[in-house]
């Protein structure tokens, strides 16, 4: 099996870092490798913010847990509000925010979520570890958040996608059971 192959199978959402940050030569790799994602109609209409070291993420997930009390965000009003809640309960010493220009992009969830899964795997191949991180897409749009959102340097247009939990692994997680037969094949 190739190693490209190889390394797919091998992935895995990963939620135990060393305290080690992640260099900038990984992170430029890493969004190179994820300017390649496909996008609908080449629109390659994304941006990532990233949120490097415990304070600086302990302060956006004050900023997240305000924005899911905000009347009409009741999605994780009552997962968020818990003392102990964090977006980072992983302690990844990196987050990252990912956006889809909503006028630009002609399929932003689906631009997205490529973008995230050429992330993960560029992660893996330079021996990180990273999980998909999902709750902040529904407060994406919360003003108060926005306006922090905008102070980070996420551009106004951009809906949140998702985001990505980003450190040094320790190990990787065994396998989960693989459902097969997903598919038929007709002629
Ligand atoms: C759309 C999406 C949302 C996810 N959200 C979270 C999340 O909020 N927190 C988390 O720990 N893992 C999250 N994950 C990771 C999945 O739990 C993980 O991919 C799945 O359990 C399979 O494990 P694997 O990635 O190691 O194959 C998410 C994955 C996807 C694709």
Redesign the pocket.
């Known amino acids: 099996m190739s190693e490209i192959l190889t390394a797919l199978k091998e992935r895995?959402?990963v939620?135990v870092f060393t305290d080690e940050p992640v260099s900038p030569e990984d992170l430029k790799t890493i969004f190179e490798i994820a300017s390649y994602a496909p996008t609908a109609r080449n629109s390659q209409a994304w941006w990532a913010t990233v949120v490097q070291g415990l304070d600086n993420i302990a302060k956006l997930n004050e900023e997240v847990k305000k924005a899911n009390q905000k009347p009409g965000y009741e999605r994780y009003r009552e997962l968020t509000k818990t003392a102990s809640y964090s977006i980072n309960f992983h302690r990844a010493p990196v987050f990252i925010i990912v956006g889809v220009d909503r006028e630009k992009s002609f399929c932003p969830s689906e631009d997205g979520a490529l973008v995230i899964g050429y992330i993960l795997l560029a992660a893996h191949d330079l021996g990180l570890g990273a999980?998909?991180?999902?709750?902040l897409g529904v407060i994406s749009d919360e003003p108060d958040f926005r306006a922090y959102l905008t102070q980070l340097g996420f551009p106004p247009s951009h809906k949140i996608i998702?985001c990505v939990a980003l450190g040094r692994r320790q190990s990787l997680?065994k396998v989960?059971d693989r459902v097969k037969d997903h598919f038929n094949v007709v002629g």
């Open positions: 895995r959402s939620r999980c998909w991180i999902n709750q998702g997680p989960p």
